[in-house]
Nanobody, 114 residues
Framework: QVQLVESGGGLVQAGGSLTLSCVAS????????MGWYRQAPGKQRELVASITRGANTNYADSVKGRFTISRDNAKNWVYLRMNSLKSEDTAVYYC????????WGQGTQVTVSS
């Protein structure tokens, strides 16, 4: 069974940067399209960035040009580099396959202060 562990969140000022990391156990990781999702208080979870097995990427309009997703298939890692952070980026961030088919991890909290 694949397990996901996210890390790298924290408190940052608006305009700052963070890099989130996600490690997935299980050999099937490299077969999945992967994504970063986020859930802000009182809102539904949304997909903000995705990356295919062949490293093609896609982004939500709200983060396009500011966030970069990448992956290391050999080590089962997925990353999200977040630049020019805004207060509206405050949320718990999760990684999962696209579509989400793996049990959700605990997520990592990102808080952007204005």
């Amino acid at each position: 069974q694949v397990q996901l562990v996210e890390s790298g969140g924290g408190l940052v000022q608006a305009g700052g940067s963070l890099t989130l990391s996600c490690v997935a156990s299980g050999s099937r990781f490299r077969l999945n399209d992967m994504g970063w999702y986020r859930q802000a208080p009182g809102k539904q979870r949304e997909l903000v960035a995705s990356i295919t097995r062949g490293a093609n990427t896609n982004y939500a309009d709200s983060v396009k040009g500011r966030f970069t997703i990448s992956r290391d298939n050999a080590k089962n890692w997925v990353y999200l580099r977040m630049n020019s952070l805004k207060s509206e980026d405050t949320a718990v961030y999760y990684c999962n396959s696209v579509p989400s088919q793996i049990s959700w991890g605990q997520g990592t909290q990102v808080t952007v202060s204005s």
